[in-house]
């Protein structure tokens, strides 16, 4: 059992109140970790550690500190098996998954941030009588905070750019998937990173995370989670005017044209619908398909699913792991007997599967599809966050594109179609900040990432968070 404490100030610490919080791996229910219950207090100690080191560390020249992130970088290589079995143990991801996407993208995002950050140039606007130049400025200390889901991955992704552009850190990962976020305060320990510069404070989102939020000094807040906790972000930060960036829910559609080549695309649209038990905010949980090919696809799709292998997520050829907490899969349990009673059909699926194993108390739920809904209910517009899917049948295109946008989220959407003009088209009129044609979470970390509606504000990726990430001011100077 791991004992996890808080990094503050180039130390880890035990909180203030000395209080701690069980941590399980939600497969086998088993407790493996403990971590501070932290506070307030906490998150002073790191504000005043940040305010000590920001100075030296925004002196450093980009090229500095992009040499940082590349040894981070290196050092999480090293670390690659561990970080995807500990994501495993802590997330009931299964390993295949932790290995290609989670630890994979971790090493990643701070090697492409580091490269990104060397290229880039300064931009300069030239007047008849003036140049003005515009400089990126670090913005000062910024607090982070990600979810259970992908959990290095996500938080990599913002740790990156922040400390890149000069920031000081102040990282709150979800309590319920601490350990990655530890490893990362290891390596960054072990490497000598200045004092102060990253600070890892643990507990609970509504105690230190509200805590981040509302300390007057942070300046910064990049917040990747629920639209509930997103509001409260936003209402507790705008005030102080800080830099804010929400990346919230989805409801996302995948729209299947009478010409998709559905032999091709129906493993990709199977990962779409279910990767990491459905619970990625970008995942298809809408299936629209044209009524022509309705039945064939029902087919394909059912036959697909049903061959999913579920269990053990350590388990190399596993495709389903658990749901991240029994109290998660109650929720989505809630919605399928919600579907039932808003006269949905469950074509596969709909409950636990029967484990007579070390698994048996998990919370693992079979991929789950529903037929026969009205595309406006409860089960069809509000965001599960697990492995069910509702299948909508459409005749025009416009019918489609108004059921894809009938939603508050706007996050995401995939086309499926042999007619690439179509389908770019289509992308254009739907209410959402990415659209996927053909293919669904093909990652270019150059481009803006992220939502419109109750799925966000703002846009990270590329050179979109090293603009979040710093401050820009402009310097006008007349010529000679
Ligand atoms: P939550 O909103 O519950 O939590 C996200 C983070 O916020 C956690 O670290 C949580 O801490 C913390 N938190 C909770 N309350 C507060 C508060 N008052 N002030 C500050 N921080 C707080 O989301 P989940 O962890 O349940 O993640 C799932 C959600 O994330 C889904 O809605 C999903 O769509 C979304 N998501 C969006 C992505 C995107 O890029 N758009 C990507 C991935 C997920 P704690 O857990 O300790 O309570």
Redesign the pocket.
């Known amino acids: 059992m791991n004992s996890i404490q808080n990094y503050i100030n180039g130390e880890f610490v035990s909180s203030k109140n000395d209080e701690c919080i069980d941590n399980f791996n939600p497969a086998t229910n088993e407790k493996i970790a403990t971590i501070p219950r932290s506070s307030s207090q906490d998150i002073q100690n790191a504000v005043d550690a940040c305010n000590l080191s920001k100075s030296s560390w925004s002196k450093l020249s980009i090229t500095e500190r992009a040499e940082w992130l590349d040894k981070i970088a290196d050092e999480l290589e090293k670390r690659f098996e561990e970080i995807s079995k500990l994501e495993s143990i802590d997330t009931g991801k299964p390993i295949s998954l932790s290995r290609n996407v989670d630890a994979t993208r971790s090493v990643n995002n701070f090697r492409f941030f580091a490269d990104l950050a060397r290229n880039m140039e300064n931009k300069k606007f030239e007047m008849k009588d003036a140049i003005n130049n515009i400089v990126n400025k670090p913005v000062g200390i910024a607090g982070l905070?990600?979810?259970?889901?992908?959990p290095l991955y996500?938080l990599s992704w913002k740790v990156a750019p922040a400390l890149v552009m000069g920031n000081c850190i102040i990282a709150?990962?979800?309590?319920?998937t601490p350990i990655t976020a530890n490893l990362l305060a290891e390596v960054i320990h072990k490497l000598g990173l200045p004092k102060g510069v990253f600070n890892l404070i643990h507990?609970?989102?509504?105690e230190c995370?509200?805590a981040?939020?509302s300390h007057p000094e942070i300046n910064l807040i990049s917040?990747?989670?629920?639209?509930?906790?997103?509001k409260?972000?936003a209402k507790?930060a705008a005030p102080m005017f800080k830099k804010i960036s929400l990346?919230?829910?989805?409801k996302n559609a995948t729209i299947i044209l009478k010409d998709a080549d559905l032999n091709s695309h129906i493993d990709n649209i199977v990962r779409s619908s279910f990767l990491n038990q459905g619970q990625?905010?970008l995942c298809g949980s809408r299936i629209l398909v044209h009524e022509s090919i309705y039945s064939s696809f029902l087919e394909l799709f059912k036959q697909s699913v049903s061959s999913m292998k579920i269990g053990d997520p350590l388990d190399e050829n596993t495709q389903l792991g658990s749901l991240i907490s029994n109290e998660h899969l109650e929720k989505v349990d809630n919605y399928v007997k919600l579907a039932i009673e808003e006269g949905g059909e469950i074509l596969y699926g709909g409950q636990r599967p029967n484990f007579n194993n070390n698994f048996a108390e998990g919370a693992f739920y079979e991929p789950t599809i529903i037929v026969g809904l009205d595309y406006k209910s409860r089960t069809a517009t509000e965001?599960i966050?697990g492995p069910v899917v509702t299948i909508h049948k459409f005749n025009e295109i416009e019918e489609a594109i108004q059921i894809a946008n009938s939603t508050n989220y706007g996050?995401a959407a995939s086309i499926w179609t042999q007619d690439a003009t179509l389908g770019g088209d289509i992308a254009e009129k739907l209410d959402t900040g990415m659209v996927w044609i053909n293919c669904w979470l093909h990652r270019d970390l150059r481009v803006p990432?992220?939502?419109v509606k109750n799925?966000?504000l703002g846009r990270e990726g590329g050179l979109y968070s090293l603009n979040f990430f710093s401050e820009l001011q402009n310097i006008c100077t007349m010529n000679d």
């Open positions: 905070i990600t979810p259970w889901n992908l996500l709150k990962p979800s309590e319920l507990g609970y989102g509504n995370g509200q981040l939020v917040f990747t989670g629920g639209t509930k906790t997103g409260i972000v507790t990346e919230l829910g989805g990625v905010c965001e966050f996050l990432f992220g939502g799925s966000g």
